[in-house]
């Protein structure tokens, strides 16, 4: 599991299940993240959602997040 998936999942209530529930997609989808990249065309979404800064999910894009 990437830092950055169990960070969404995480802040999405602690579950794969939940993450999903909250994206309107399938445990199964969220599943196929879980040792890749979270999809670029989420970062925003997520980012909105979840309150976790796009910094975080995906620092290859847009650069590392400095609190």
């Not at 399938?26 to 040792?35: D, F, L, Y």
């Not at 979270?38 to 650069?63: F, K, T, W």
Request: aromatic share 4%.
């Amino acid at each position: 599991m990437t830092p950055e998936f169990k960070t969404c999942v995480d802040a999405a209530g602690g579950t794969q299940k939940q993450l999903a529930e909250a994206l309107g997609i399938t445990e199964q989808a969220i599943g196929k993240w879980k040792n890749k990249k979270i999809p670029a065309s989420r970062i925003v979404e997520l980012e909105n959602l979840l309150g976790v800064p796009r910094q975080e999910l995906r620092p290859d894009l847009y650069g590392e997040h400095v609190p």
